[in-house]
């Protein structure tokens, strides 16, 4: 039985980042995972280090909307009634959230996060020699309805004034920064200090490399359970065990199904994401530009054109929604023009908590097995500085910003 002084459950982008973190620190690592470093969820999100992204899907607009959610297509945030009804608990916890006041908190919450999330990436990319991967050309997210415009006003306001830097445009500029738009379009907004990553499941790949030329170790082995036993934790797999200091759950939406480590008793759900991929189409966009009545995202990548995002609250073993690929496609076409027919379609499993705020520190009741899970849609802005943070609470180190927010033994309604 191997003896560490740091396991890492989940090699997806938290995971790779949270150990590539700790054997920079010179300490003896095991990251553990039967799964590529970074095949999972980290390979299909919308590529973007979106620090400006502090509002949550909890708004305010989901309560009035709800029947919509419920029952509509033709929308970028949708609902399974099933779901919700075999979820309760969740989801009544999740509409709480949408309330004002608890919105406007977790956006807070998030910009103070998001605000130190390139100073936890910046430098594993360095490590990583990952440069040629990142692009900095900033996001732009465009209205094409007044309505719709208007209506983004009051989160434009908020993002503001939590300190997030964006410049308006006017449609002509819009039109002139990317002129493979074919929306008419009502208002712009540009995000200068957001990057973009050419290919993300290669950013992780680097940062795992960087991670094994640290001294670091990987198994690829399914964790079954893990046991805090004196000043050890015991992490049982599927064909092993090994022990450690302490451990981090980092396995994403399957965190809650290992036994023992405290993620099985909290409310961990599910956005689940999709995405269209359409090689040699990356020309059609110069930077990630979401629709903000669309709901997703188009991004330029390495391997061809993205169309990213929508959320659907579902469970993780029901099956792709085929009406979610169907709307990016139809909505895609709608914002560029005609599309061939896309090469492969994804379906990921955002891990989210009904606040939609990562669960980051200790696991209740333990000083040995650490949480760093639930980042929903921003798991590629925040695996950096997740890493970061939960190195240092392994150290035995406060970080140096308030995270009291991300307690996993928090109420969350």
């Given at each position: 039985?191997?003896d560490?002084?740091?396991?890492?459950?989940?090699a997806?982008v938290?995971?790779?980042?949270?150990?590539?973190?700790a054997?920079?620190r010179?300490?003896?690592?095991v990251?553990?995972?039967?799964?590529a470093?970074?095949?999972?969820?980290?390979s299909g999100?919308a590529?973007?280090i979106?620090?400006?992204?502090?509002?949550?899907v909890?708004?305010?607009?989901?309560?009035s909307g709800?029947?919509?959610?419920?029952?509509?297509s033709n929308t970028?945030l949708?609902?399974s009634?099933?779901?919700?009804?075999?979820?309760?608990?969740w989801?009544?916890?999740?509409?709480?959230?949408?309330?004002?006041k608890?919105s406007?908190?977790?956006?807070a919450?998030?910009?103070?996060?998001?605000?130190h999330?390139?100073a936890?990436?910046n430098?594993?990319?360095?490590?990583a020699g990952a440069?040629d991967?990142?692009?900095?050309?900033?996001?732009?997210?465009?209205?094409?309805?007044?309505?719709?415009?208007?209506?983004a006003?009051?989160?434009?306001?908020r993002?503001?004034?939590?300190?997030?830097n964006?410049?308006e445009?006017?449609?002509?500029?819009a039109?002139?920064?990317?002129?493979?738009?074919?929306?008419s379009?009502?208002?712009a907004?540009?995000?200068?200090?957001?990057r973009?990553?050419?290919d993300?499941?290669?950013?992780?790949?680097?940062?795992?490399?960087?991670?094994l030329?640290?001294?670091?170790a990987?198994?690829?082995?399914?964790?079954?359970?893990v046991?805090?036993?004196?000043?050890?934790?015991?992490?049982?797999?599927?064909a092993?065990?090994?022990?450690?200091?302490?451990?981090?759950?980092?396995?994403?939406?399957?965190?809650?199904r290992?036994?023992?480590s405290?993620?099985?008793?909290?409310p961990?759900?599910t956005?689940?994401?999709?995405?269209?991929?359409?090689?040699?189409?990356?020309?059609?966009v110069?930077?990630p530009?979401?629709?903000?009545?669309?709901g997703?995202?188009a991004?330029?990548?390495?391997r061809g054109?993205r169309?990213?995002?929508?959320?659907?609250?579902?469970?993780?073993d029901?099956p792709?929604?085929?009406?979610r690929?169907a709307y990016?496609?139809?909505?895609?076409?709608?914002?560029?023009?005609?599309l061939?027919?896309p090469d492969?379609?994804?379906l990921?499993?955002?891990?989210?908590?009904?606040?939609?705020?990562?669960?980051?520190?200790?696991?209740?009741?333990?000083?040995?097995?650490?949480?760093?899970?639930?980042h929903q849609?921003l798991?590629?802005?925040l695996g950096?500085?997740?890493?970061?943070?939960?190195?240092?609470?392994?150290?035995g180190?406060?970080?140096n910003?308030?995270?009291?927010?991300?307690?996993?033994?928090?109420?969350f309604?």
């Open positions: 039985m191997s560490y002084d740091l396991a890492v459950i989940g997806g938290v995971g790779v980042s949270t150990a590539l973190w054997a920079m010179g300490h003896r690592v990251l553990i995972d039967p799964a470093p970074g095949s999972g969820t980290s999100n590529c973007t979106a620090t400006y992204a502090c509002l949550p909890n708004d305010p607009s989901v309560l709800l029947p919509g959610l419920l029952l509509g970028p949708s609902v009634w099933g779901h919700a009804l075999r979820h309760p608990l989801m009544l916890r999740f509409l709480a959230n949408c309330r004002a608890p406007s908190r977790i956006a919450a998030l910009a103070g996060v998001l605000a999330a390139d936890g990436l430098p594993l990319i360095e490590a440069g991967l990142v692009v900095a050309r900033g996001q732009i997210s465009v209205w094409s309805t007044r309505a719709g415009g208007q209506g006003e009051a989160g434009l306001i993002r503001r004034d939590l300190g997030v964006w410049q445009m006017t449609p002509e500029q039109q002139e920064a990317e002129p493979g738009l074919r929306l379009i009502a208002r907004v540009h995000f200068p200090d957001a973009h990553i050419r993300p499941e290669a950013l992780v790949g680097r940062f795992h490399a960087a991670f030329a640290q001294g670091g990987h198994l690829s082995q399914r964790v079954l359970s046991a805090q036993q004196g000043e050890r934790v015991v992490i049982s797999t599927d092993d065990a090994v022990t450690a200091r302490r451990a981090v759950v980092a396995a994403g939406a399957f965190s809650g290992i036994t023992g405290g993620a099985e008793n909290l961990l759900g956005e689940r994401g999709y995405h269209l991929m359409f090689p040699g189409e990356a020309a059609r110069t930077r530009v979401g629709w903000g009545e669309g997703f995202y991004v330029p990548m390495a054109l169309l990213a995002g929508t959320v659907e609250i579902a469970g993780l029901a792709a929604n085929a009406g690929l990016l496609k139809r909505r895609g076409q709608e914002m560029l023009g005609p061939p027919d492969s379609s994804w990921g499993f955002r891990p989210t908590l009904p606040d939609s705020l990562p669960a980051i520190g200790f696991a209740p009741g333990s000083d040995r097995i650490l949480h760093a899970f639930g849609h798991g590629l802005t950096g500085i997740t890493g970061r943070i939960i190195t240092d609470l392994a150290e180190r406060q970080p910003q308030d995270i009291a927010a991300f307690d996993p033994g928090r109420a309604s």
